[in-house]
């Protein structure tokens, strides 16, 4: 009797510390992983460019719909895990920086909304451009995650910073656009020493007119080779402060372009194939003294345009110099 008492005491005695190890355990958090989810699943509020928004403090499943500011993102010390973009206008180097990276690629139409497949992605938070969305859009997309539209500028110095202040990266950007900027004044130089005050022409070749570049300050393109660059515009167009310009071909002799760069614009399903034939079969292009001495090259849209960045910027600087320093 004596030791039947005793066994039941023993094993009252193992039920009810194993009974305490398990509740220590949950209250603990083995390994710490209550405490992970919790900092995790924590928020805060930030304000875009259509009020505050809730998003998460640790983004575990971010997209963003610019490539632009994946790029710039990266380079931030920042790296999404998706990222939107129209294949057939992106640059060559921006899908190799993302793989590198690992940043999962999501090709899409250009100018839709593509709501389902990024609702297939199931993003924790998504980063826009606030220029780039209207009130319905912003809201469609708010419907699948928390969204946050940035009010910021088009140029690298605004939206930058801005991008850096989202993720707490202001130093690392700071950085990074001190080295852009040595990379403008070392290139600004090398411009003006080897072509002086000679005149730069950017022809946009589009699928039913011609348009030509204007000194539109923070805009892709213009921003950089007429403000940041400081090179010279034809005579023409030195009061011509627009983006770009519908041009007749009649008005080509009257432009004294020492050198042309010509962009056969590049969008999604289009073809400005035979209005590239007509220009180089016109004698008026033909007759440009530009034309005559060889100075005449190909500009991407994407190189110029859709691939400005902190990465793309400095490789459009040096195809200037690759063309234009002897």
Known sequence: MRRTMLYLLVTLVVFALAACSSTANQGNGSGGKPAEAESKSATRVVKDAFGEVTIPTEPQNMLVLSSSYAE??????????AVTLVEEIE????????????VKMISVQQYEDNFELILEEAPDLILAQGGALDAKRYEGLSKIAPTVALDAGGAIEEYVPALAKLFGKEQEAELALQQYKEKIEDTKKKLHDAIGDEKILVLRVEQKQYRVLGQEKGSPGSDMLYDKLGLNIPTLLKDNYEWFTPLSLEVLPELDADHIFVEQRQMQNYSSEQSMKDLENSPLWQGMDAVKKGQVYPLKTADFVVGEGLVGSPLFMDYLLEKLVP
């Open 91 to 102: 640059p060559e180097y921006r899908p190799k920086l993302f793989q590198e990276h690992q």
């Open 72 to 81: 710039n993102l990266i380079e931030i010390g920042v790296i999404p895990q």
